[in-house]
């Protein structure tokens, strides 16, 4: 790789960029956000490297495809907690507010498409007395 690796963690400059925090189920997405080349890490890999699925890989570039713009922005992103789609959507979630941070023209194409919005479904806790969250323990009369 071009740049340096220390500790098998990627350094990159991001200081001249936008920093923005998404949200999806119980991960959290660091994002850093700057012009460059179309480059985008996770967790110091390429995320074609970290996101094996091919949805989960159309879905973070998703953003960029809206606003036409695939290969202008370099981003570095910090993600824990969750599975691969939640990290997915924390991702997206992160994208997209770092992206209106660079430019507020873009903040009602990506609203509609309801890119900026927190999506707030999460798994149901289980209740006592059943088998899952809703379901019950099969009933037998005798």
Known sequence: MENSQ??????????????????????????WLKKGSGKIYVNGKLFSD??????????????FEIIN??????????????GP?????????GISKALVMFDQNLKSTLKAEKLTTRDSRAV??????RK????SFQFSKR
């Open 6 to 31: 220390i500790n098998n963690k990627l350094k990159l400059d991001f200081k001249d960029g936008k920093y923005a925090t998404g949200r999806r189920k119980t991960s959290i997405a660091k994002v």
């Open 50 to 63: 970290y996101f094996s699925n091919d949805n989960h890989q159309m879905q973070i570039v998703r953003p």
């Open 69 to 82: 713009q695939s290969t202008e922005y370099d981003v570095k992103c910090s993600v824990k907690g969750g």
């Open 85 to 93: 789609t939640g990290q997915a959507g924390a991702m997206v979630h």
């Open 124 to 129: 149901e806790r289980k209740k006592p007395g």
């Open 132 to 135: 899952k969250a809703r379901r």
